[in-house]
């Protein structure tokens, strides 16, 4: 009887284990939101990394050790942080600053997993504001592909990207026109 029962979990395992390597071997994340306002009041608060502690979902810890390096905004900026569990150990530098459409990002993540992932904001304009898209991609090495079987990343990642665009929206629409110019 225990022989039966070691072979139907070695072969769950085994399956489980060929089910994991069979999965891309890379990510992407996506969220959207349209935002009534024109991209040009939207983009500053995505190409300053200062500013997005505004809206940033992942400003969670109060004891959280900041640093900012590079530009003060656009290509070249740079932001480290070093956090709790929660926010974990990072860095985060644009790339790329196509204003007011597009800012691509580098992601290096050493706590609580090391990743190295490209973050983009695309924002397009639409009859009702702006279409903004937060995406993240990436690879997928077997152990994220092994884990992807006991919890849902694109659904945790994704809710903290619309936790931050519901914050981004209502930072933008509720600022008066003139704070928005600046």
């Known amino acids: 009887m225990i022989t039966v029962i070691l072979i139907v979990v070695a072969v769950v395992i085994a ?4 089910y994991a390597a069979s999965k891309p071997d890379s990510f992407t994340v996506s969220r959207s939101a349209t935002i009534a306002a024109p991209a040009e009041k939207i ?6 990394l200062r500013a997005q502690s505004a809206w940033s979902p992942f ?3 109060p004891n959280m ?4 390096g590079g530009s003060p905004r656009g290509k070249g900026a740079v932001y480290e942080w ?6 974990g150990a990072g860095r985060i530098a644009i790339v790329e600053s196509v204003p007011p459409a597009r800012i691509a990002l ?7 997993f090391k990743a190295q992932n490209t973050v983009e904001f695309a924002l397009e304009p639409v009859s009702t504001g702006t279409k903004v898209t ?3 991609r990436g690879r997928q090495p077997f152990m994220a592909k092994l884990m992807g079987l006991f919890m849902n990343c694109d659904k945790m990642v994704g809710n903290q990207f619309e936790e931050g665009l519901a914050k981004l929206k209502a930072l933008v629409e509720s600022a008066p026109a003139a704070v928005a110019a600046e």
């Open 65 to 68: 050790k900041r640093t900012y």
């Open 82 to 87: 070093d956090g709790n569990r929660q926010v």
């Open 43 to 48: 983009f500053p608060l995505i190409d300053d």
């Open 59 to 61: 400003e969670k810890d």
């Open 106 to 112: 580098q992601l290096e993540m050493m706590r609580p």
């Open 134 to 136: 937060w995406s993240m």
């Open 15 to 18: 399956a489980a284990l060929a």
